[in-house]
């Protein structure tokens, strides 16, 4: 019985990794747009990367973010790289667009992991490991060609 156990819970575990992992693409093809949509590891906020024609949006949606929360984006890229994102902050997420949200998405190569503090505390961390290949596949919509 202790085996099983073991067992049920090594695949539940497995499982859980494999979803937390999942990155899901959605591409409308007549203004070629790609939306790359992530949720963090406990499945309550998403970080959606829209591109089309190099116009690029990082939004960040969670309806427990309120306007006049403070946020900060945080980056592992050999150092930390911390973005403050409050001025972005709408009632349900975080919308970033512009030269911001271009630097924010040339940042999320090579990343392992996306940190979201709200208010001071660790709000949401989404991992990033698969986001990679995704980005590359799909760089041409979001003005990366010479990526």
Known sequence: ???????????????????????????????????????????????????????????????????????????RKGKLIVYDVSQYINDGGITITGSKAEEIYYNLYNIEFLFLDVNNIEHSTFILTKLTTELRKYKKPFGADDF
């Open 1 to 75: 019985m202790r085996k099983i156990l073991i067992l049920f819970l090594i695949i539940i575990g497995t499982l859980t990794a494999q979803n937390t992992q999942e990155v899901k693409v959605e591409v409308v093809s007549p203004n070629k747009i790609v939306k790359i949509i992530k949720s963090d590891r406990d499945g309550l906020s998403q970080l959606i990367l829209t591109g089309n024609n190099g116009n690029i949006t990082v939004e960040i949606k969670d309806r427990r973010i309120k306007k006049g929360d403070t946020a900060e984006l945080m980056l």
